[in-house]
């Protein structure tokens, strides 16, 4: 990862990432990788659709902790082969102090799809 606070983007390259809430309706383990995960099924609402995510989230979260809670990811990244899936959004998260992943989640309920701005 590339911490240099001085790798400074233009705004209009902030604008091409779409970043939009979604909310998870399913949960699946996938062990069949180096580093076992969750394929994660997210719907984003009817523009978006549905969109397969895997992460590895197990460290700190059980299936049912997980199942319509509402995640932040990027949705327009291109199609990316995790293993034995194609992870189709980029669901965000941020370090917790051993470096697993905590989700980024808004507070309130958003309707699917919003984008951040």
């Given amino acids: 990862m590339n911490n240099n606070i001085n790798n400074i983007i233009e705004f209009d390259d902030f604008l091409k990432v779409k970043i939009c809430v979604g909310t998870i309706l399913s949960v699946e383990e996938n062990n069949k990788i180096r580093n076992p995960s969750y394929v994660l099924t997210i719907d984003f609402g009817k523009n978006i659709g549905l969109k397969k995510s895997s992460a590895q989230l197990k460290a700190n979260y059980e299936i ?16 990316k082969q995790v293993g034995n899936i194609m992870s189709e959004a980029l669901v965000l998260g941020l370090p917790d102090d051993s470096n697993e992943p905590i989700l980024v989640s808004p507070d309130l309920k958003i309707t699917n799809g919003r984008q951040i701005y």
Avoid at 64 to 79: E, G, R, S, T, Y
Wanted: net charge positive; hydrophobic share 50%; charged share 10%.
């Fill in 64 to 79: 049912n902790n997980l199942i319509n809670k509402q995640v932040i990811a990027v949705v327009n990244f291109k199609p």
